[in-house]
């Protein structure tokens, strides 16, 4: 059983570029279309670390994160956001929220598989 990785990102496309990234390191990976999807399927399975868009419908990144925090399940699984908000009032609400990382759009496939190999213990 590989390491599994929840991609929460309303792109169709970059919820694909990010699963080929993560899957040629031998990540499994679970994809939601925003926050809302991404709580109804996280049914008590083991996630070792999410990535997660800040802009979306029905429940954006920083709800998301806010609402899993509270779930026991997740409340210690890291959040990585991934989003084209470079704003550092955002950045610290995110931090605040409990994201332990936050990359920009267009991401480097290695920058991102840097910190997600940091974010998840063996």
Do not use: H
Not at 2 to 30: E, N, P, Q
Not at 54 to 82: C, E, H, R, W
Request: net charge positive; charged share 25%.
């Amino acid at each position: 059983m590989g390491k599994m990785i929840m991609i929460i990102d309303d792109s169709a496309s970059i919820r694909s570029v990010v699963g080929i990234t993560l899957k040629k390191s031998g990540y499994d990976v679970l994809e939601a279309s925003d926050g809302k999807d991404a709580l109804a399927k996280l049914t008590g399975q083991k996630v070792n670390l999410m990535v997660c868009d800040v802009n979306m419908p029905n429940m954006d990144g920083i709800s998301f994160l806010k609402a899993v925090k509270q779930n026991p399940t997740y409340k210690f699984t890291p959040v990585i956001m991934l989003t084209t908000e470079s704003q550092e009032s955002l950045k610290q609400e995110g931090k605040a929220a409990g994201a332990k990382a936050w990359m920009v759009k267009p991401f480097k496939p290695d920058m991102l598989l840097d910190a997600v190999v940091q974010l998840i213990l063996p």
